[in-house]
């Protein structure tokens, strides 16, 4: 997961190992994609970054956006590993939360937005990974869902943590395929890792796993 900090103190770094962490000094634009659930934050220099997550030094509205303040970094990495935790791409206050970083975050005041929400199948289990015509045992969490739009078929999940997969990612050898026991190498990509060394997959077209 990928986070933009924004005029916030470095130490903040520290608080977030196993994240993608972008440090910026100033920012002059932040711009908030539903459709992905991402931020381009914009700098004076006209360059940007897009990001999972901001944290910034004084309030942007939006969802997955956290302000740095009373010291709260600890509130917020682990608002940010909970997100990790729930496999979520988005992170929003509850309306009627009550928020106090003197304590641990309480998940009952997030509403967290899954990746996808809307699952038609899935597959969690042993799955065959080829990179560059090398096979990699792993284990699987699949799903997927039917574009109502196009009619187009969309699968994405998760591989967990293994060090071929993660080491082929950081390569830039992202293009693989995968295959579920008695099923067919179905065409993917390696996309982002998260906190706990999982690295998600998306694909499009007929899924690894049994669909009509």
């Not at 006209?46 to 970094?73: C, W």
């Not at 590993?81 to 992170?91: C, K, P, S």
């Not at 990179?131 to 994405?156: A, C, E």
Request: proline fraction near 9%; hydrophobic fraction near 35%.
């Amino acid at each position: 997961m990928k986070v933009a900090l924004i005029d916030v103190p470095d130490r903040m770094i520290r608080m977030l190992p196993g994240f993608a962490v972008v440090l910026l000094d100033e920012a002059v634009g932040y711009e908030f994609d539903p459709r992905c659930d991402m931020w381009t934050v914009t700098a004076p220099n006209g360059r940007t970054t897009t990001a999972r997550v901001i944290v910034t030094s004084f309030p942007v509205p939006g969802p997955n956006a956290f302000v740095f303040e009373h010291n709260n970094y600890r509130y917020i990495a682990r608002c940010l590993r909970m997100m990790g935790l729930q496999d979520a791409r988005r992170i929003e206050v509850r309306p009627e939360a009550r928020i106090s970083y003197r304590r641990k975050p309480d998940p009952h005041n997030y509403i967290f937005t899954p990746y996808e929400s809307d699952l038609d199948e899935t597959h969690r289990g042993p799955a065959v990974l080829t990179v560059d015509g090398t096979q990699i045992d792993v284990k699987v969490h699949l799903m997927g869902h039917l574009q109502p739009i196009d009619g187009s078929y969309r699968w994405y999940g998760r591989i967990f943590a293994d060090p071929d997969v993660t080491s082929a990612h950081k390569n830039g050898r992202n293009d693989v395929t995968v295959r579920i026991p008695g099923g067919q190498d179905r065409a993917g990509r390696l996309t982002e890792v998260d906190p706990w060394g999982n690295i998600r997959i998306t694909g499009s077209g007929r899924p690894p796993f049994p669909y009509p």
